[in-house]
């Protein structure tokens, strides 16, 4: 099992930033790729950003020139910088990974990033 903990929301003005960290314990040897997902209220939780073992990255079109997502395999951490924030973007963010040997992918508990206009 792999473990992943949250960090870094808040409560941020229009353009401001935000950076979210994400660290995971357990079996960690079994993380394949990375990603971070929101969910705001009546919408279903949508990819946000996402990365692989090597460092490839995917966006959602939404953020796209504003977020930036990094890893570091050494440490289990991956990392959502968020800049010139928006209040759509307002939602929970959850740190997301996949397992590496079953189709199986691990959640963490949720961080809320609230963006005011």
């Known amino acids: 099992q792999v473990q992943l903990v949250e960090s870094g929301g808040g409560l941020v003005q229009a353009g401001g930033s935000l950076r979210l960290s994400c660290r995971a314990s357990?079996?960690?040897?079994?993380?394949?790729?990375m990603g971070w997902y929101r969910q705001a209220p009546g919408k279903q939780r949508e990819l946000v950003a996402g990365i692989t073992k090597g460092g490839s990255t995917n966006y959602a079109e939404a953020v796209k020139g504003r977020f930036t997502i990094s890893r570091d395999n050494a440490k289990s951490t991956a990392t959502l910088q968020m800049n010139n924030l928006k209040p759509e973007d307002t939602a929970v963010y959850y740190c997301?990974?996949?397992?590496?040997?079953?189709?199986?992918?691990?959640w963490g508990q949720g961080t809320q990033v609230t963006v005011s206009s």
């Open positions: 997301q990974c996949s397992d590496v040997i079953f189709p199986k992918n691990y």
């Open positions: 357990g079996s960690i040897y079994r993380i394949n790729t």
